[in-house]
DNA sequence: TCCATGGCGATTGTGCACAATGCATGGGGG
DNA sequence: CCCCCATGCATTGTGCACAATCGCCATGGA
């Protein structure tokens, strides 16, 4: 009984790939959120209703959430929010940091200084993720944390570096929503801040060491230590209660 | 090859995932085999028939592959093999000397030298490309060349890594192929054995050292002038006279 | 009381047919 | 002779319905 949604009778029969962009970030920003934790199940025809669209759209969205690790998908089981193990979760980081490390180098060395259209960019950015934070909106306060990253390797002109970070950056908030410890945010505004700053005054090797130490410190918040091993089927943990072998 | 597997019979209502795999494997090496240049259509039927699937299988392979950037979808247009820019090309060689420079790090500091089994997998896999380039066998060279430097990502035991470097060696392979100057080999099988024999040894720098020229090396041998810019259709080109069948 | 077995509901996987779209071609007009 | 527009064809996009499969639960026996 959806209004109009199922699809316009006149209108445009065929919707384009928007609704499938809208859905996956839609998706992604409830797991960094909190809302569908690491093991949810992710229904097909519930979420078609939800979004309003065909089953073969949501089939389409999953697929591309599997491919990004962020969901697992299992034959004729169908789809539950990734846990990624204690493992992934470290190497997750570890190819952050290998990869942010190399955008913050690219920002600092070109030239000394950022581009004034960067800054600019940069500058409205820690505004809004200033407000957000200042405003208790925790779900925007993540989102826009996650962008900040995502922006810098933008700036940085490197595309295909992006494209990698995007993914690993979705991991990784996965990863913070199945191994947090109490339920911090996923990053401090401040350092954000103060990477910025860095930046903008073209001290290189500063900006590099923020980075670093300020994703090192998203990581050791974390409660890495033996909780969300990788052969879980967690379905399991729930449907009965055979324990594994709590060491 | 024909990949018609032991399934290939319509008989089997349910295949499972292999054929897909199977399937995603054919066309990359295809792909990086120059059977399949870039710009050439990937009409969903001819697959389909090709390969004895159903169209929606098809549809599901072209899917995982656009999203690797090595096919093109286009609206009511189709799929072609993707033409990435001079600039792509540039920055998917870059972010493979970061993180292959990485992995070998991460190999030679791992106590100085590497494990025995390490050694035998990556000994094996030598006499198996020199055995290749050996027996002219051009296909089989390009496919275990890209497979070097997986294994060595493998090695490294950094999954995440190696998952990143999946992709950008798929995108590599595309990318000599758009941008190929005659038609030289993705690798040199000589330098990988430098390489190893210096992993072997426990000489960090100089593998490293030896990654980095061997990667560079790779790409100087492309024609990436401006050639190959990336609005090109070219399928106006060449008319509708393709012939996908390797046949 | 506990375990094995069979049925049942829910969910996913797949094929099919039709609608929509874009491209190429041919004809007519300037 | 060239350009523009209408028509036809090939291909993709989408919805629908059915079949296969899995997990759960009730029933019966030891």
Redesign the interface.
């Known amino acids: 009984m959806t209004p109009s949604t199922g699809t316009g009778r006149r209108g445009r029969k065929?919707a384009?790939?928007a609704p499938e962009e809208a859905m996956f970030r839609s998706i992604v920003d409830a797991i960094a959120d909190r809302r569908l934790p690491p093991g949810t199940r992710l229904v097909e025809e519930q979420l078609a209703e939800a979004f309003g669209v065909s089953r073969a759209r949501v089939r389409?969205v999953l697929?591309?959430l599997a491919?990004g690790?962020i969901v697992s998908i299992q034959?004729n089981r169908g789809a539950v929010v990734a846990r990624p193990s204690v493992?992934?979760a470290r190497?997750?980081f570890?190819?952050r940091r290998?990869?942010e490390r190399?955008v913050v180098r690219l920002l600092a060395a070109g030239g000394g200084r950022m581009q004034p259209e960067a800054a600019d960019r940069l500058r409205r950015h820690l505004a809004q993720e200033a407000q957000a934070v200042g405003s208790g909106d925790r779900a925007a306060a993540i989102r826009l944390s996650g962008r900040f990253h995502l922006l810098l390797a933008e700036l940085s002109g490197?595309?295909?570096?992006t494209?990698?970070l995007e993914t690993?950056i979705r991991?990784s908030s996965l990863a913070i929503a199945a191994h947090e410890a109490p339920h911090a945010p996923d990053c401090d505004a401040e350092e954000h801040k103060r990477i910025a700053q860095a930046l903008d005054a073209g001290d290189a090797e500063a900006a590099e060491r923020l980075m670093i130490d300020h994703l090192e410190e998203v990581e050791r918040r974390l409660d890495l230590v033996a909780g969300g091993g990788e052969p879980i089927d967690l379905r399991r943990i729930f449907g009965r209660s055979l324990a594994p072998d709590p060491a």
């Open positions: 065929t384009g790939p389409r697929l591309r491919e690790r034959r493992r992934e190497e997750v570890q190819a290998l990869i190399e490197q595309g295909v570096l494209g990698l690993l991991r």
